[in-house]
């Protein structure tokens, strides 16, 4: 089995990429410093295939640390690189915090990659590096705008110092950016644990949904779409996954170093917030408590992906649907309540 070097792994997509990979005869083994994330997925994942997953708890801003680990694992055939902070409003209010960190730790893993002459590279990107774009739906080709967060701007220098070190060495790379990842694997034995109250959608709706959020609200509905609310590319998050396994089998395959290649990962479907809504009120059976509020600064109104050049180039074919995305949301949701009932038991006892 290849060994596959998964930074950022016990985060949401990481971990179910981590699963994806098992699936597919891939031998991952991952580096994260659980600094906003723990090894509670790592155990969903031994849940899930009895597979224990190795994490080596290190700093990637620290290089030393992170040489560590290659010299540990000189077997090392492909890296997937997820490792990074995400949330736009802290970057916003901290960007040196976000440029330090996200742009150490990629730097760092890549000169490990050369070091150890590693040449299939991913890079998890994101659709954020659009901007507001003057078409829809966006293309690879689609121009670059500037960015709207220091989150954002991080992502598109790593997309840049991605391509040139690509363009200056053996490495083949690809840049995978995300539209909008939502939901959870279908047994609810892993998902997504937001830090702190959550700013992205799908599970603001599942907290309020359950109790834990008092009332969503809905940032503006009067925008210039079909029902004033904004419209995104919401893509369930083992969809997303699939995609890594795929990459990186198109990488493996590809006999030379070519220039890197870029793939939008969305459904090419562009939903509105008032529907996402509603088909989650439609599948979990709850009516959701939610007001609509002003709109949410540095939101943009309206993308979606053509997803053409995955699925031509990686054979990649999105296969769950916006319900389903919801409804597996929602399945993780019940599944962490529970477990933190079974916890706050005084009769539970570990085993
Ligand atoms: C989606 C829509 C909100 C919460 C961000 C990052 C992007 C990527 C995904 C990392 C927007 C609305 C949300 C709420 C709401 N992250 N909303 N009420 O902003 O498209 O993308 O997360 O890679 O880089 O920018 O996702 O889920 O935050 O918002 O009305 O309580 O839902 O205004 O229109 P976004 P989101």
Partial sequence: MKKILVTGGCGYIGAHTILDLIENNFDPVCIDNNSRSTTALLQGIKDITGKAVKNYKVDLCNFDDTYAVFQENTDIEGIIHFAAYKAVGESVENPLLYFENNLTSLINVLKCAKEFNISNFIFSSSCTVYGSPDEIPVTERSPLKPAESPYGATKQMGEEIVKEVTRSSE?????????????????????????????????????????????????????????????????????IAHAHTLALQY????????????????TGNGVTVLEAIHSFEKVSGVKLNYAIGPRRPGDIMAIYANNSLAKEKLNWNPKYSLDEMMS????????????EQLHNNPNFQMN
Avoid at 251 to 266: H, Q, V
């Fill in 251 to 266: 990488l493996i395959n590809k006999k030379n170093s070519s220039p890197c290649e870029i793939f939008n990962l969305g």
């Fill in 171 to 239: 490495t083949s790379s690809i840049l995978l950016r995300y539209f909008n990842p939502v939901g959870a694997h279908p047994s609810a034995l892993i998902g997504e644990l937001p830090v702190g109250k959550p700013q992205n959608l799908v599970p603001a709706i599942t907290q309020t949904a359950i109790g834990k959020l008092k009332q969503l609200i809905v940032h503006g509905d009067d925008y210039e779409t079909r029902d004033g609310s904004c419209v995104r590319d919401y893509i369930h998050v083992c969809d």
């Fill in 328 to 339: 597996s949301a929602w399945k993780w949701e019940l599944k962490l309540k529970a477990d």
